[in-house]
């Protein structure tokens, strides 16, 4: 979803609550966050400034909208991705089971 005249990129009536972000680790190289993912919450649409990877610790099946539509990723621990600088998504957890990942920002 594209911002609003307000700046504001979700609705009012926004039915998820709010991941949990936990930043491990900020210095001049990298910022790692532990994301965790309890039935129910989202990341709220979010672009990425730097490049990063993405570390999962607990498997489970994320949903992520993007300007292109919505999707879906299993997410197995261990099996870690990368992405680029520039992509603007929602990650959003519609499932009855917790997931979470570590994300590393590269600088």
Avoid: C
Wanted: hydrophobic share 35%; proline share 7%.
């Amino acid at each position: 979803m594209a911002p609003d005249s307000a700046g504001n990129t979700e609705p009012a009536s926004a039915p998820y609550d709010q991941a949990t972000a936990t930043v491990q680790l900020d210095d001049d190289r990298v910022r790692v966050t532990k994301w965790q993912f309890p039935p129910g919450t989202r990341t709220g649409w979010h672009r990425h400034e730097l490049d990063y990877v993405v570390v999962p610790t607990i498997a489970g099946t994320m949903t992520y909208e993007t300007a292109d539509g919505e999707a879906t990723r299993d997410l197995v621990v261990g099996d870690s991705y990368s992405r680029p600088a520039g992509g603007e998504h929602n990650v959003i957890n519609t499932t009855d089971a917790v997931f979470a990942f570590v994300e590393v920002e590269l600088k």
